[in-house]
């Protein structure tokens, strides 16, 4: 791992995609707003990962390697950590489902408010938590 300044791009590409979530709320675009949200927790836990020399996998979700490499990370997120793994597993969970939907599933019918609401705070909770600690 040589290039430290991807973590401050995938922050600020992260905060812009924060923009994007209003607009897409605003639309009502709730599998949208699902699947960007995970996108931004994606790119803020890799930034976090990476700015401080862990090497953040080629995968949706890093919660395994945000908990295992968390006594590298600095000790202000700690006690978030259990969050953010979480947050990211739930979202990962969601990411293809939301986008491309299923055979007995349209993501703009299954997706509520309320999940759209929850993944625009979780994202914004992860950005804020992790933004701090970018190098």
Do not use: C
């Amino acid at each position: 791992m040589q290039n430290r300044d991807l973590a401050k791009d995938y922050l600020r590409r992260s905060d812009a995609r924060l923009k994007a979530l209003d607009v897409l709320f605003a639309e009502q675009s709730w599998a949208d707003v699902v699947r960007e949200a995970q996108e931004i927790v994606e790119l803020a836990l890799k930034a976090v990962l990476r700015s401080h020399g862990i090497e953040a996998p080629r995968v949706h979700d890093v919660s395994e390697v945000l908990i295992a490499q968390s006594s590298r990370l600095p000790a202000a997120i700690h006690e978030r950590i259990p969050t953010l793994a979480q947050i990211s597993k739930n979202l990962r969970r969601d990411r293809e489902l939301a986008f491309y939907g299923s055979e007995d599933l349209t993501p703009l019918s299954f997706y509520s408010r309320d999940d759209a609401s929850k993944a625009r705070d979780d994202a914004r909770l992860t950005v804020d938590t992790v933004r701090p600690h970018i190098k």
